[in-house]
């Protein structure tokens, strides 16, 4: 970090001096200690590299590494896996248990003749490691054996010292991010500083001060314990969705309230540490999944939602995908210049540029390989300047070069008189009914809660138009539990999800430079389309930290995981992602159930194959994918027979619950779809103008009323729907009586 640069407390490394919570006995710890060092053994070394042989020599079971992890596997997992953790770990920490489990090798001809698992030798808790990664018949031990060893990887390469420092981090040549270009705008006071109500640093008292100066109307109900605000309108989210339509919305002269579950930083604040920026920034921690466990979602929970932490692609909707939407889900104003001028508006705004002065090692793999195999590649616009060089933008970008909501259209809106809420949950909309009890109900505001022990009130926002623009994973639950009934609510969940491949560059004999985890995340794309191939997808870089990176590889081995982590800075991964088919639904918080389509599988795997082929030829070494049984081949004087065998190999397993040998975890960064407009309400959950079908001024405002997957990086798409919707909402409340003019 820059000299003289001090992070936000919440965004630094270590740990508190509060007591752990795991629950776990001592018995149980050793158990989860013996796992640790099974997955991270203690390995002699003679690299004649000191920072080498200390991470050879480091284990997995060394304290505080233990407890760290039984605080994160009860922290980040939903309870029914949670549930198979700790039985699984009770029966390894007895004799009786863990002869049941791992059956003859923990019998011993002398006393006391049968062994629990931590007094195993290291060699027989790897081979059971090994059997288990690959259970087919007690899929429960497969679940244990990947949910510690994501909580290990994760805890082992994230954990710091008072310096930021972890002790494997110069082993594996990775650096901690440091700000190499100065702040674009060093600011006395916060940007959004004049709109910004922290409700974790206020009391039942202070609140109503903030909020009074603020310009809000507001009134107390001693009986209900309730602290009553009007406004105009109140938006549940400040990301691609909340945020232009605050922005566009106050700037028409509405009092507009932002409410945000998550909370505000600036360029300042961010860390670049990857355990707890991912902690902080993004729901449930970055370790969110759908309900089997197939497919990791990382979705954004901060001031800006996924604008402030994601990966800077922005990118135009397709003309094919607009298409689509106009003609066959009819909603026409997608085929218009009214879509398209909102575009134009959106990429000004955000500071879109077309070009990348420098590019980092992924991306110029990318830009190689395709060159060398005659295959189109493209440049991605970003929302930030040409020359910016971050690959740490997922965490937050600390230059403040890249232009997420938090410093574009929430500074609209505040300079407008927006008031923004932060740590601040919404609990339901309030629904008045019709007349009879049959027409169309009314919304009337939101009822939230703070996060603050200090504030004892429930908050009853009042407006004329409420618009919820939480994204496609807590819209449609706090639809639900408000009382709306659409079956296109929660339904028609997609993904956009990912498959993953690696190659190895060794540095001094790549032709590209750099370091993997160096330079712009996403700057270059290649685009499998019909006219050369049947399949569909898109190639494009990633941004993986160590314990993200370590967390999802395959793990062989303990000898086989240290020796690829001193890879890391030099393995390329390269995603490939399809516009899926295949849909979900979420209709309560956490609880997503997830599909492939066949089309989707396909799409997929001719998508690595073509991520490996580009690999090989911009000039890996040694290629693999992330099947769980380290999938991979030496490209040393490989032959095209050899390569076409190995690309042959190639699938798109199941994930760790099916019943297939081999399994993989599937990502996905994009979620849309899950209140999908439509023109009718057999059709969609809203209608063309993002008002709800069941509820008159009750608006959506966010990927969810997407109608099909983008297929593309969605943000510009998000925003330039919000930019739509939020023009017409404005345009309907113009001839009201609004209480900005009454604040006044």
């Given at each position: 970090?820059?000299k ?64 760290e ?34 059956g ?16 195993l ?26 949910l ?22 110069e ?9 190499t ?6 600011k ?25 100066k ?6 107390e109900?001693?009986?209900?314990n ?8 109140v938006?549940v ?10 922005g ?28 707890p ?76 540029t ?6 980092g ?5 990318i ?7 005659g ?27 890249k232009?997420?909501t ?49 504030i ?28 709306l ?9 997609h ?10 560059f ?21 685009k ?16 993986l ?13 303990g ?35 997830y599909?492939l ?34 999938h ?58 993002g ?15 997407l ?12 925003q330039?729907t ?23």
């Open positions: 970090m820059m003289g640069r001090e992070c936000h407390s919440s965004l630094k490394g270590g740990r508190t001096n509060s007591p752990y919570t795991h629950g776990f006995s001592s018995s149980q710890i050793q158990t989860i200690a013996s796992f640790c060092e099974t997955l991270i053994p203690p390995i002699p070394s003679c690299n004649n590299n000191n920072a080498v042989d200390s991470f050879f020599a480091s284990s997995g079971s060394q304290p505080p590494y233990p407890n992890v039984a605080e994160q596997l009860v922290k980040r997992n939903k309870p029914e896996a949670l549930f198979i953790i700790r039985i699984i770990v009770f029966l390894l920490s007895t004799r009786l248990g863990t002869l049941l489990l791992c003859r090798v923990c019998l011993d001809k002398r006393w006391p003749f049968v062994h629990n698992f931590t007094e030798s290291l060699k027989d808790r790897e081979t059971l490691l090994q059997r288990w990664s690959g259970q087919t018949f007690l899929i429960p031990l497969r679940i244990t054996f990947l510690i060893k994501v909580a290990c990887f994760f805890i082992f390469f994230t954990w710091t010292d008072e310096k930021s420092k972890n002790p494997a981090w082993a594996i040549g990775y650096h901690h991010p440091e700000t270009e100065a702040p674009s705008e060093n006395k006071e916060r940007p959004l500083e004049k709109g910004i109500v922290e409700t974790i640093n206020e009391s039942d008292e202070t609140l109503e001060k903030s909020l009074s603020k310009g809000l109307p507001l009134t109900d001693t009986k209900d309730i602290l009553k605000i009007k406004c105009d309108v938006i989210g400040s990301g691609c969705g909340g945020g232009v339509a605050a566009i919305l106050a700037k028409s002269g509405h009092k507009v309230v932002v409410l945000e579950k998550g909370h505000y930083f600036v360029p300042e604040d961010y860390s670049g540490l990857e355990g920026s991912l902690n902080e920034l993004y729901e449930s921690g970055a370790m969110l999944t759908t309900l089997d466990g197939k497919v990791m979602i990382m979705a954004g929970k901060t001031v800006g939602g996924g604008s402030a932490v994601n990966w800077s692609a922005s990118i135009r909707t397709p003309n094919d995908v607009l298409k689509d939407w106009s003609v066959n889900h009819k909603i026409s104003w997608f085929g218009t210049c009214e879509y398209q001028t909102a575009m134009d508006a959106v990429c000004k705004r955000i500071g879109v077309e070009n990348c002065s420098e590019e090692l992924q991306n110029q793999v830009r190689k390989g395709c060159e060398n195999l295959l189109n590649v493209e440049r991605i616009p970003r929302n930030s300047s040409e020359n910016h060089y971050c690959g740490s933008c997922g965490y937050g970008c600390k230059t403040g070069d232009k997420g938090d410093s574009t259209w929430l500074v609209d809106a505040v300079n407008a008189g927006a008031v923004i809420l932060t740590g601040c949950t919404a609990e339901r909309f309030i629904l008045e009914d019709g007349m009879d009890g049959k027409m169309r109900k009314t919304c009337l505001g939101v009822i939230a809660t703070t996060e603050s022990k200090k004892t009130k429930k908050l009853h926002i009042e407006a004329r138009t409420t618009i919820s623009s939480c994204g496609s994973l807590c819209t449609p639950p706090l639809l639900i539990s408000s009382g009934q659409n079956k296109n609510i929660g339904t028609n969940l993904l956009h999800p990912v498959l993953l491949a690696w190659g190895y060794p540095e001094s004999m790549s032709e590209v430079k750099g370091k993997s985890y160096e330079g712009g995340i996403m700057t270059s794309l290649h499998m389309v019909p006219e050369e191939t049947n399949a569909r997808a898109i190639i494009e870089a990633t941004a930290g160590p314990a993200c990176f370590a967390s999802l590889f395959p793990w062989t081995s000898q086989d995981m240290k020796e690829r982590m001193t890879k890391y800075s030099q393995t390329v991964t390269l995603l490939a992602l399809v516009r899926d088919q295949g849909s979900g639904e979420v209709k309560k918080a956490g609880r997503i159930k599909k389509d066949g089309i989707d599988k396909e799409n997929l795997k001719a998508g690595v194959r073509r991520a490996l082929r580009i690999l090989i030829a911009a000039g890996a070494v040694e290629v693999g994918t992330y099947r769980s049984d380290g991979k081949i030496s490209c040393k004087e490989i032959t095209n027979e050899e390569l076409e065998e190995f690309l042959d190999t190639v699938e798109t397993p199941g994930g760790p619950k099916s019943k297939g040998e081999h399994w993989t975890i599937y990502g996905s960064a994009h979620q849309m779809g899950s209140c999908r407009m439509g023109s009718n309400e057999e059709d969609g959950a809203v209608d063309e103008n008002e709800c079908w069941e509820a008159k001024g009750l608006y959506v405002c966010d990927a969810s009323i109608p099909t997957a983008v297929g593309v990086n969605p943000m510009i798409t998000i330039s919000a930019y739509c919707i939020a023009k017409r909402i404005a345009d309907s409340l113009h001839n009201e009586k609004l209480i900005s003019d009454v604040c006044k």
